[in-house]
């Protein structure tokens, strides 16, 4: 697989940024952004149930997602954040999820987990929440096996016009809550072009207004 690290930062996100906005999240996440992403959730959870049953959701916070798995799953969830992922552990504790084989503090960049570990690898709400998107894509392409999937659950920005300059006049301010405006699909299908052993299977607009999307990728045989 081709690595991406030669790309050129497009903002000033730092992965200690990150870690600390969502710290700062965690106490109010669940009410402000439970109800919100609740539909790309359920979506996520539907896609990837159906492409396999050892699931990495990466960027898993407060493990919003976590309950509403099947029993058949067996899931491992990591998060930058350690006080999102307390929260987590609370859930699982609480709700005694017992197919929750591990919750860990990791970078979605430097997973540590050996090449072909899962069937599937959930990302929501969380490529345009890292530094350097395209080292994460290639993280979760490098830990799913041959034939598995990505399951990504994401707003995708503009290329132009005036959405477009209004995403790029906001970004220095989102950064510091933790994400980025900034992420067409065009950096989406340049990644994919530039990656050996990946192709698009699906991509959808979520309910209801359309600004977040269900995007599917596989990983070929020839990864």
């Known amino acids: 697989m081709a690595g991406n690290s030669a790309l050129p930062a497009v903002d000033d996100m730092r992965t200690e940024g990150v870690a600390k906005a969502y710290d700062r999240w965690a106490p109010i996440y669940d009410l402000v952004f439970g109800k919100v992403f609740a539909r790309g959730r359920s979506a996520a959870i539907t896609a990837a149930e159906q492409a396999g049953e050892r699931i990495l959701e990466v960027g898993v916070g407060t493990g919003l997602s976590l309950p509403h798995y099947s029993a058949r799953s067996r899931l491992v969830g990591v998060d930058l954040s350690a006080p999102m992922l307390e929260k987590a552990r609370e859930r699982v504790r609480q709700l005694n999820l017992r197919n929750v084989e591990q919750l860990e503090v990791m970078d979605a960049e430097h997973l540590a987990f050996a090449d072909a570990s899962f069937d599937v690898v959930v990302a929501q709400y969380v490529v345009t929440a890292v530094p350097n998107p395209e080292a994460a894509l290639d993280e979760f392409l490098r830990v799913v096996r041959p034939g598995g999937e990505i399951v990504i659950t994401s707003r995708i920005g503009a290329d132009r016009g005036l959405r ?12 510091r809550l933790g994400w ?15 990656t050996k052993g990946v192709s698009v ?9 359309g600004h977040f999307w269900l995007i599917r990728l596989r990983k070929t045989d020839a990864a």
């Open 164 to 175: 477009g300059a209004i995403e790029t006049l906001l970004q220095p301010v989102v950064n």
């Open 180 to 194: 980025r405006t900034e992420f067409s699909w065009q950096r989406y299908q340049a990644w994919v072009g530039r």
């Open 201 to 209: 299977i699906e991509r959808r607009p979520l309910p209801p207004l």
